[in-house]
């Protein structure tokens, strides 16, 4: 199946930045819709944003005007740009990805999440 590994996250002060990334690898056939959620500690695992593989775009809420989502299909990878962020950004920030067999079967898999602390 697809792996997807995170990058880049770490513990950044109120106000500032941080840049995820997540590569896919062990491809079987292509990559369709990519995305970033979060948990944070006690609550459920929540959307943060998701990218179309043409580059339609969706974002939760509280992110949006912060965050920014792109991907480089060439590269299989995903990134989330996170500005301005805020104490309530800390969560554990986990990739997402749907991909697809030769035959078109539809799977989904899940990266193994990055720690984003945000300092107040």
């Known amino acids: 199946q697809v792996q997807l590994v995170e990058s880049g996250g770490g513990l950044v002060q109120a106000g500032g930045s941080l840049r995820l990334s997540c590569v896919a690898s062990r491809i079987i056939f292509s990559i369709g819709s990519m995305g970033w959620y979060r948990q944070a500690p006690g609550k459920q695992r929540q959307l943060v944003a998701t990218i179309t593989r043409g580059g339609s775009t969706n974002y939760e809420d509280s992110v949006k005007g912060r965050f920014t989502i792109s991907r480089d299909n060439a590269k299989n990878t995903v990134y989330l740009q996170m500005n301005s962020l805020k104490p309530e950004d800390t969560a554990v920030y986990y990739c997402?990805?749907?991909?697809?067999?030769?035959?078109?079967?539809?799977?989904?898999?899940w990266g193994q999440g990055t720690q984003v602390t945000v300092s107040s």
């Open positions: 997402n990805a749907d991909y697809f067999s030769a035959t078109g079967t539809r799977y989904n898999n």
